[in-house]
């Protein structure tokens, strides 16, 4: 029964991780890495918000370890996550989409976590003003990433890595940032998912969305359909069948493709339906990372009570074997995805 007892209580993320501490859900170490990726979110809000009169629209004159350019928001936002994960003292290792390799965070105090991250996902739409989002999650350690092996720089690089290739299964929270008309962040502790926005007068996130459920169906698709020509036979009849109705018939479904993972996530979280990016056949597997990108929106949508799957199997069940691997991914309502596995299985 999260929420304000009285009409002029704030209810705020800060409130309601002190509250999720006292009930146990989680530890005073995870409400201080959450409260840094809060302040990191903040600060990128406001980044994006500021792009246009600031001069940071554009690229940034280089292209990360997969081959994409980046854009000069897709470094700082990766540098203002850094800081705040490191001053947050309770990371061990993070692994983000614009750096090549894990690493390990010298100024660790306790806790240890392993934190996850793209940092601004979806920034191609940045120069037009559309929304982008951040997208996080953590790990307990899996093996000691210890101090002493700094020396040693290869074995210390293969801890992180050990520590970051974990399933899905083990993240201990999960969540996204949405910039967009307003600033949303949804989080899961593994106890439900709760959203919060953000009020930008007293500069904190207040609880707007308690336990956050996705509807059973729901009768919009969310994929890059340009890409149909390259899909699996299954997957286009499957696209064909929207058309007419799906499995009930009747009306046809909406298409919604904004071309951001964070913004179709949220729509498809509060509206149901489904969002997918398949593999094709130049990309088998797509092109969202399984580990900052379909992990911890698989563990929102399923904590929210949809599902995410690769169209064969559980996305939080696959153990990743390197830290930029990409997966297939469909995910929303239960019935919806449902549908989309039963021409591809
Ligand atoms: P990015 O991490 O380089 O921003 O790419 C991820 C984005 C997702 O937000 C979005 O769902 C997808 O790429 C869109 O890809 P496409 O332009 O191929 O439809
Ligand atoms: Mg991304």
């Not at 800060?14 to 530890?27: A, D, I, M, P, R």
């Not at 390990?104 to 979806?122: C, I, K």
């Amino acid at each position: 029964s999260a929420g304000p007892s009285s009409e002029y209580e704030l209810y705020t993320l800060t409130t309601w991780l002190l509250k999720e501490e006292q009930k146990g859900t989680v530890t005073n170490e995870l409400a201080v890495v959450i409260s840094s990726i809060a302040l990191a979110c903040k600060q990128i809000g406001s980044l994006v918000t500021r792009a246009g009169v600031s001069n940071l629209t554009g690229l940034a004159g280089a292209a990360n370890v997969q081959g994409e350019d980046q854009k000069k928001l897709d470094v700082v936002s990766n540098e203002v996550f850094c800081n705040c994960l490191r001053s947050s003292g309770r990371t061990g290792v993070i692994a983000s989409e614009e750096e090549d390799l894990p690493v390990a965070v010298e100024e660790t105090y306790s806790g240890n976590y392993v934190v996850v991250f793209d940092p601004l996902d979806g920034s191609s739409n940045i120069d037009a003003g559309i929304s982008v989002g951040s997208i996080f999650g953590a790990y307990e350690p899996s093996e000691e990433c210890r101090v002493e092996d700094m020396d040693d720089p290869e074995k210390m690089m293969q801890n992180c890595v050990l520590n970051v290739c974990q399933p899905g299964s083990s993240l201990v929270m999960a969540g996204y940032c949405l910039y967009s008309s307003s600033t949303v962040f949804v989080l899961t502790v593994k106890e439900g998912v709760f959203g919060f926005t953000y009020d930008s007068l007293v500069g904190e996130f207040v609880l707007t969305h308690p336990n956050m459920k996705v509807p059973e169906s729901g009768k919009i698709y969310s994929f890059n359909e340009g890409n149909y020509a390259t899909w699996e036979k299954g997957l286009q009849e499957y696209m064909d069948s929207l058309k007419t109705g799906g499995a009930d018939g009747g009306k046809p479904y909406s298409a919604r493709y904004i071309g951001s993972l964070v913004g179709d996530f949220h729509r498809t979280l509060l509206y149901g339906g489904i969002y997918g990016y398949p593999g094709d056949k130049r990309n088998v597997n797509g092109k969202l990372r399984l580990l900052y990108e379909c992990a911890p929106m698989s563990l929102i949508m399923e904590q929210a009570g949809g599902k995410g799957t690769t169209g064969r199997e559980r996305v939080l069940d696959i153990c990743p074997e390197a830290v930029h691997q990409r997966v297939p991914l469909f995910v929303g309502s239960p019935k919806e995805v449902d549908y989309v596995e039963s021409f591809l299985k």
